[in-house]
């Protein structure tokens, strides 16, 4: 026996070596979890953690930050297997993974079984069929691929398979096709951490990728589709999947494109941040809060405002409601005060015009001015009722 021979393992040699892989491999899965999942129950047992049943943003934050948690717990386990059977000779597919249909193993026979029983080669029949199973090309595409790399396959069944992933490549727009699979584990993670459908965020990172709008109606379109309390996570998910992008195999985008979108990223990020510094310096204010109390009324304002500051006078009105007309006028003006502040420290970026602050600005003042002169009257009277006769 040559040197090649003797140091080549035998077939049934290799197949036990992945076996014990996998089954090492489903052991320390098991072992992870059962671990994560005693951890938690000490910690509710002890009362360490404080579980709210509302929707209020605390609740909000709290069930975001546990999730993110699992997501982290979910990562480190994905990589331990991995690493494990990397080490141990196990083969490692991570195309199933990533397809955000749910029960996909059982979808997969199910079209294995309609491919197999197909009399013909129609391809269009064909892809009606599969489009059953998997409707969304990107998840039908990681599935096709997956099934091509197997050994096992019958010729008749491989060539079908492969004729109709050509098909789906050739006819599928080229850029949602990449950047939902791109972005297909992004959108899983980020989908269980905030309790959202990872397929409709997914579809969200198309759309961004596609969209000639104006980033503040991008971004009022985000707190619409997945609400205000989600907006600063929805666009932490757009950047972090839009780096992966970037950085795939065969990433979605030109890099001329991508040049593109990271400055409108750039720019919805300093909204994010603007947004957030002017929710703080108007609701930390006791006395606003007394008037309206709601981050998503003030976020409506701001909105309002960077967009039609020529209509500040009714935007004004709307946030404070009528009981602006039945408090003195000493505190109109120091409420007038504080929400002007805050829109001070907008920055002239984020406004759809470059002149709007500057009329936001000039309106303010004209308001100032009639408050102080009200003030002025307001004292006037007082010192008049306690003169002495």
Not at 17 to 42: F, G, M
Not at 63 to 75: G, K, N, V, W, Y
Not at 107 to 117: M, P, R, T, Y
């Amino acid at each position: 026996m040559d040197m090649i021979s003797r140091a080549r393992p035998s077939i049934a040699k290799v197949n036990s070596q992945r076996y014990h892989a996998k089954q090492d491999a489903r052991k320390l899965a098991e072992k992870e979890v059962n671990k994560e999942k005693a951890t938690r129950a000490a910690s509710m047992e002890a009362g360490g953690t404080e579980f709210f049943d509302d929707d209020s943003p605390a609740a909000q934050a709290q069930r975001f930050h546990q999730s993110t948690d699992e997501m982290s717990a979910a990562l480190t386990l994905f990589r331990n297997r991995r690493d494990l059977e990397k080490k141990t000779g196990g083969a490692v597919s991570e195309s199933f993974e990533r397809v955000l249909d749910e029960d996909v193993l059982p979808k997969v026979n199910a079209l294995l079984k309609a491919v197999s029983s197909l009399s013909g080669v129609n391809i269009e029949n064909l892809l009606r069929h599969a489009h059953l199973f998997f409707a969304d090309d990107s998840d039908l595409a990681l599935v096709l691929r997956e099934l091509l790399r197997r050994r096992n396959l019958e010729e008749v069944i491989r060539k079908r398979l492969l004729a109709l992933l050509k098909h789906v490549e050739a006819t599928a727009d080229p850029r949602r096709l990449k950047a939902g699979i791109n972005s297909a584990l992004k959108a899983r993670l980020f989908g269980k951490a905030l309790a959202l459908n990872p397929a409709l965020i997914r579809e969200s990172y198309r759309n961004f990728l596609e969209s000639d709008a104006r980033e503040i109606d991008i971004y009022q379109d985000w707190i619409v589709s997945y609400g205000y309390q989600r907006r600063a996570a929805i666009v932490d998910f757009m950047e972090s999947t839009l780096l992966t992008d970037i950085e795939s195999q065969d990433p979605s985008c030109s890099r001329h494109e991508f040049g593109n979108l990271l400055g409108k990223l750039g720019q919805l990020k300093l909204l994010r941040s603007s947004d957030e510094l002017f929710i703080k310096k108007v609701l930390q204010t006791p006395l606003v809060c007394t008037f309206n109390e709601s981050e998503k009324a003030w976020l409506l304002f701001m909105l309002c405002v960077l967009q039609q500051p020529h209509n500040l006078d009714d935007f004004l009105r709307e946030v404070v409601g009528e009981r602006i007309f039945f408090s003195r006028h000493a505190q109109r003006s120091v409420l007038l005060q504080v929400i002007y502040r805050a829109c001070r420290s907008l920055p002239l970026e984020i406004f759809v015009e470059p002149e709007d602050s500057q009329l936001l600005d000039d309106r303010f003042k004209e308001l100032a001015e009639i408050a102080y002169k009200h003030e002025q009257i307001e004292r006037r009277r007082k010192k008049a009722v306690k003169k002495p006769k």
